[in-house]
């Protein structure tokens, strides 16, 4: 299963406990997730269902390449992670 994690500096918005799904893309595991807990949808996906602009996805410690459709694959031990991008200077 796909194991989906969220960093605590998003869990203190929104509740985003860890939670396994299964699922072959990173859409479809996000929609898993989403499923059961719809409030974390909008707050990583934008109105279009494309991964927020502030928002980054890694599979296995390397960022999802495509960003709109979801379509990088998962495998039954991957680690989906999301979190905050944060700048600064």
Same mark, same amino acid.
């Given at each position: 299963?796909?194991?989906?994690?969220?960093?605590?500096?998003?869990?203190?918005?929104?509740?985003?406990? #860890?939670?396994?799904?299964? /699922?072959?893309?990173?859409?479809?595991?996000?929609?898993?997730?989403? =499923?059961?807990?719809?409030? +974390?949808?909008?707050?990583?996906?934008?109105?279009?269902?494309?991964?927020?602009?502030?928002?980054?996805?890694?599979? #296995?410690?390397?960022?999802? /390449?495509?960003?709109?459709?979801?379509?990088?694959?998962?495998?039954? =031990?991957?680690?989906?992670? +999301?979190?905050?991008?944060?700048?600064?200077?």
């Amino acid at each position: 299963m796909t194991t989906i994690r969220f960093t605590g500096n998003i869990q203190r918005h929104v509740s985003a406990p #860890d939670c396994e799904v299964e /699922a072959t893309t990173v859409g479809e595991a996000l929609n898993r997730y989403f =499923d059961r807990y719809p409030g +974390v949808r909008s707050y990583v996906l934008d109105n279009q269902g494309a991964v927020r602009h502030h928002m980054l996805v890694l599979v #296995d410690g390397i960022s999802i /390449a495509d960003r709109r459709r979801l379509s990088d694959p998962v495998e039954s =031990d991957t680690e989906l992670f +999301v979190f905050q991008a944060l700048s600064g200077g």
